[in-house]
């Protein structure tokens, strides 16, 4: 079974760090472009980030660039997103999703559960 | 910035065919998909490729396009579907842009 958990959430000040996990499962994790994408309380989806299978390629919302950094480590099948120069406008459950690349155009074929990273002093 | 536009909502009576439109606002439009996501859960791919559909997705969920509008129909639609539904899509740059949602209610 394809499985996508994500963990690392919680409450952070302004101004602080927080680092996303993603642990996947049931499927050949190398293989595949992986993403992180964000829901604000009460909001719609936002695609914060993307990192191809061999992180050759790694793209980023305007929104977070030159704050977030997307990574991976193949090896263990494991997606991160180190969140720094947090704002209150970065709360949200972020969302660790597939891209099962049958197209040329992205996609999310698999979510995980979601994550809630919490900015609030 | 490219944008992809939805009806907040719509309403319809079981049995009945929901239509939801997602229209973008320049030409030329990549291909889009659908997700259904229902309360305390994450999205689920209905649709792919404007009109495909995944494996384990029920026939009654159809998928149209048209110039810069793309259609999610559900025909027979049952009280199970009740939930907010987003298209997805990209702009010229490749970045992923999401549609504001739509909330579907079952009367």
């Known amino acids: 079974e394809v499985q996508l958990v994500e963990s690392g959430g919680g409450l952070v000040k302004p101004g602080g760090s927080l680092r996303l996990s993603c642990a996947a499962s049931g499927f050949t994790f190398s293989s595949y472009t992986m993403n992180w994408v964000r829901q604000a309380p009460g909001k719609g989806l936002e695609w914060v980030s993307s990192i191809s299978s061999s992180s050759t390629y790694i793209y980023y919302a305007d929104s977070v660039k030159g704050r977030f950094t997307i990574s991976r480590d193949n090896a263990k099948n494991s997606l991160y997103l180190q969140m720094n120069s947090l704002r209150a406008a970065d709360t949200a459950v972020y969302y660790c999703?597939?891209?099962?690349?049958?197209?040329?155009?992205?996609?999310?074929?698999?979510w995980g559960q979601g994550t809630l990273v919490t900015v609030s002093s | 910035s490219y944008e992809l536009t939805q009806p907040p909502s719509v309403s319809v009576s079981p049995g009945q065919t929901a239509r939801i439109t997602c229209s973008a606002d320049?030409?030329?439009?990549?291909?889009a998909y659908w997700y259904q996501q229902k309360p305390g859960q994450a999205p689920v791919l209905v649709i792919y490729?404007?009109?495909e559909r995944p494996s384990g997705i029920p026939e009654r969920f159809s998928g149209s396009s048209s110039g810069t509008t793309v259609t999610l129909t559900i025909s027979g639609v049952q009280a199970e579907d009740e939930a907010d539904y987003y298209c997805?899509?990209?702009?010229?740059?490749?970045?992923?842009?999401f549609g504001g949602g739509t909330k579907l209610t079952v009367l």
């Open positions: 490729k404007d009109s």
């Open positions: 999703a597939r891209d099962p690349g049958h197209s040329s155009s992205s996609t999310f074929d698999c």
């Open positions: 997805q899509s990209e702009d010229n740059s490749g970045t992923v842009v």
């Open positions: 320049a030409l030329p439009k990549q291909y």
